[in-house]
């Protein structure tokens, strides 16, 4: 149905650009005639009358394009409305804490928005605003060092495990900031830790996430070590809580995370560890993170430049602020939304909410794209363009910049403000200029409303492209994402080539894809599989997908790729089916990993 609404849509704009293609063509070869001697010199009012009819059909084209477009925006905005806006800027930090100050530990959460001092050598500081994208725990500790160890191990291991399994062991000690802190208390909170290393291609995270077999904590000088189970230790870029990207209720985070897996390469050195155990610990002990590893990590010997670190996080370019007042004087189809006028520099990335200021205070506006409650005859709503930024000759890059226009209703609403009305919008939004601001290396500071006793340093920043146009690319990617299904895979007389054009949705103008690359082939079977739902054994049917990767380069992060790869399944499959992805690897005699089978999620197919 939505496939021939659209069909019909584009015949339609079709006929319409033709008809004024045609009519252009037809009044320049009618004008060619036109002379007013024999010399051949053309009137020059009838020259600019075909200019102006040149200036006529090419602003009526762009109105056609400009009617697709919004028909794709309004369509977005009920689907998926962050999918298609680019990823924030993203700034890597460490936090190195006070260890006078600093004993107890802090949570930061998600969407938390933070001003930093950024201190630059010779010139005078500079004010940014942040916004956390990584609900982390700010710990009393330090990684006081680590060590890649073999068997025999000489030190407490967890019970009825076999180190035959697992012949290698990074063992990471963490120490107490001061003899105040209480590690006890330290330790019930989660530990965000960073993993990276400095050579190219695969990262050393993704070593990590494959070979691992078994974590555990162990205080020093102790006979014990606790297990801390399967999955309390796992990559940010498999939890929903850890997405970067705006996202909505309605809309499919795996998405989101494969998104963001091909376009912030610095998210998948982070990894989250829980600990569930009470562990009676001292003041000023130290304790021991244990990383056993399978064969698979030998090849960490190699790593000269392995680094662990923990009180790390991302910030992204984001933050939340009131629009300047928009006043509404009905003379205008449209009006712009200015973020500050004091700053130009800052821009909007979307608008959230709209209200309306009346002498009993403001009352919200509904936006009428995803809103069922709004009566269209005598009630205010809103939705919104976008239009490109004014070219100055100063500053070119402000052509790229797109102005966020309201669109407000002329109905019998307006009765009741038969004079205009003001209005503002809380908009969030971003600081074009920050990748002049912050480099690597900068000592930035947090203020102290913040509570947070230390600094941060730059680790890296991740530029994103700043323009949001919905272009042509966009509008046949949302169609796709509408429709594919996983049967396609079943059906297709290419799998392999089915399944990279959908992945290659995710990837961005400057992101990497050597993981797609590295498919070597895929393969789609019907299957079944038993489930146990409400105390009942039943059979299941479903698809298994075995994908081949060919890993000879080692230039792919391959285990955290599969492990996205399982979750998009899921996502993928209708919830009265299952799914089941096996991956297996051309080199080196990899083990084949076989997921286990699941249920879908998807609630249509």
Known sequence: ?????????????????????????????????????????????????????????????????????????????????????????????????????????????????????????????????????????????????????????????????????????????????????????????????????????????????????????????????????????????????????????????????????????AKRQFFILKNPHKINVAHGKSVYIDFYLNELGAVLLEEKNLSVKINKTLFSNLFHQSSEPVRVNYQELSYPVIADASQRHIQIYSIDKVYVVTSAGQKEIPPVVGTQTVDFQSQLYWSQSNKLGHIESADKAASLDEVKHLVLPINKATKAYPNGFTAFAEISCYDAQLANKIHVGNQIVVNTEEALAGEFEVGGVTIQPSSMVTDEKNYWSLLKLMSFNLSQLLQAQDAKATLIGFLKLFVNANATHQELNSIYDVTAKKMNAPFLVENRMIFVPGMSLTLTLDNSELNADFSLFAELLNDFLAAQTPFDRCSQLTVKYTSYNWPAKRFEAQLGARVCS
């Open 1 to 265: 149905m939505i496939s021939r609404m659209l069909k019909h849509f584009e015949d339609e704009l079709a006929s319409i650009r033709y008809g004024l293609e045609g009519f252009r063509k037809r009044f320049r070869r009618e004008a060619e005639h036109i002379n007013l001697n024999d010399k051949g010199q053309e009137d020059p009012n009838v020259t600019r009358l075909i200019d102006s009819f040149a200036w006529v059909a090419a602003k009526n084209a762009m109105e056609i394009d400009a009617l697709r477009t919004r028909h794709v925006e309004e369509f977005a905005d009920i689907v998926s409305p962050n999918l298609f806006k680019s990823l924030p800027m993203v700034v890597q930090a460490h936090f190195q804490p006070n260890a006078d100050d600093f004993n107890k530990p802090v949570f930061l959460d998600k969407q938390v928005e933070v001003e930093l001092d950024v201190i630059n050598k010779g010139d005078d500081n500079t004010t940014v605003k942040l916004c956390n994208s990584l609900p982390v725990t700010f710990t009393p500790m330090t990684v006081s060092r680590f060590k890649l160890e073999q068997t025999p191990f000489q030190h407490a291991i967890p019970e009825n495990f076999d180190s035959k399994e697992a012949p290698y062991c990074l063992r990471v000690e963490l120490s107490p900031l001061s003899g105040d802190v209480d590690v006890q208390q330290a330790l019930t909170q989660p530990i965000q830790l960073h993993f990276s290393n400095e050579s190219i291609g695969r990262n050393v995270a993704d070593i990590i996430n494959q070979a691992v077999k078994k974590v555990a904590i162990c205080v020093a000088d102790d006979e014990f070590a606790y297990d801390i189970g399967e999955h309390n230790f796992h990559p940010l870029l498999a939890d929903d809580d850890f997405l970067i990207s705006p996202i909505k209720s309605n809309e499919i985070p795996v998405y989101f995370k494969l998104k963001e897996y091909f376009s912030i390469p």
